[in-house]
């Protein structure tokens, strides 16, 4: 590992707070980062002081004034060289993610791609940064609408996607012409610095001024630190529903304006009309990968009761042929959980389970012994419940499969839209009936709804996000850029007079 950390540039503890090639050093208390993948130490950085946050927000307000003035293909030129130099580093990226973490090497990989990805789009984009024009009701005028840049852009991301979410907040940040101060998670403090490293080279060798790349590791107190920031217009969080809910309301009373993505607590309904062996993928997939630590994790199964016995007895089936073991071990499926928090809240569902009347299908427990040294590693489990049970309604970051049954596709929808989340749906179906109703207004009621795939595994291109207690925010791709700037509509008198709108006479 130490290999990883060198090849990805991290050379010192101190290397915590930065304005971008600049590290400031500072006497915050150290953030070791602890592998779950074996226990291990990897390294420690130091968290920012409040003084040497403010000292990262000038800077970032220096840098303003100039990035913004730059044509947005030129800061469009500079995203696609961080997309080539993500490239040349994705391996030791993608390792140090996945040792971090503790996500598979596969979707290490993967999260560094997603970045490349969203490098590319935002290059695309960078030239597409247009308004509208309206006809004037008034003669001799014309009426358009344009977008400019808000400033600061704060981004505080989550450890489960450790370095992908920033990119699609920050690339797409930079190319409209803003600056950014990223605080990641504290969980993976190491993987945020190595990124810094990767894009301060990248800037260094345009002349970017330094500031456009904030990075402020440290706890809670720097998500609050941002919140309550009024030079700050945008924060940007991803996390728990009760952290967003927090960001909302300190930002709000500022007027200022959040961009949230938070929990998830997503459904696939397996119809009749399903293709079972596409659909035991999916689910899989879906309720497993990252150990069940993404927001779009499969959490619940809705099977239609003629399917049931058969469906079930695939999936307890499925499971049994699942490895778990190290991620980097590109045969295993599951890896471990990111901490010993994690775990606990885990076992606690388990407990919840049983308490409120649920069977399991396959048991969950802590694994133990041999390989599994960091203490974090869990089995994956099924759980029969009803969707009405209190635990069920709430989202545990843990591979815990729930399955129902249902008798009509309109019961389905409405048990897939009773929990406070909306953010990821799926149904499995062959039946275009049954697909068009789930993808209607009477259908799903989350952000991202699909037909014969999975909940989770979006794609670049697509705007990103979910309502109720998901926040209601839009990354990524589509016109997600817009919550990034301010609009602006403009009129040019080009006549000799001057008339007013709705027939108003004014005359002198």
Known sequence: MKNILKSTGIESHNEGTSTGSNWIKTDGPGITSWSPVDGKEIATVQTSTKENYDKVVVKAQEAYLEWRSWPAPKRGEVVRQIGDALRANKESLGKLVAYEMGKSLQEGYGEVQEMIDICDFAVGLSRQLHGLTMHSERPLHRMYEQWHPIGIVGIISAFNFPVAVWSWNAMLAWICGNVCIWKPSEKTPLTAVACQKIVAAVFAANHVPEGVSGLINGGREVGEWLSKDARIPLVSATGSTRMGKLVAATVAERLGRSLLELGGNNAIIISSAADV????????????????????????????????????????????????????????????????????????????????????????????????????????????????????QHETFAPILYVMKYTEMADAIAMQNDVPQGLSSSIMTLNMREAELFLSAQGSDCGIANVNIGTSGAEIGGAFGGEKETGGGRESGSDAWKAYMRRQTCTINYGAVLPLAQGIRFDL
């Open 277 to 392: 062996d596409t659909a035991l993928i999916g689910v899989v997939f879906g309720a497993v990968g990252t150990a069940g630590q993404r927001c779009t994790t499969t959490r619940r199964l809705i099977i239609h009761e003629s399917i049931y016995a058969d469906f079930t007895a695939k999936l307890v089936k499925a499971y049994g042929q699942l490895r778990i073991g190290s991620p980097l071990d590109e045969k295993n499926h599951v890896g471990p959980l990111i901490d010993s928090d994690a775990v606990k809240a885990y076992m606690d569902t388990i407990s919840k389970i049983k308490e409120q009347g649920g069977q399991f299908l396959v048991n969950g427990g802590i694994l133990e012994g041999g390989e599994y040294t960091s203490g974090c590693y869990v089995k994956p489990c099924i759980a029969e419940v009803q969707n009405s049970f209190p635990i069920v």
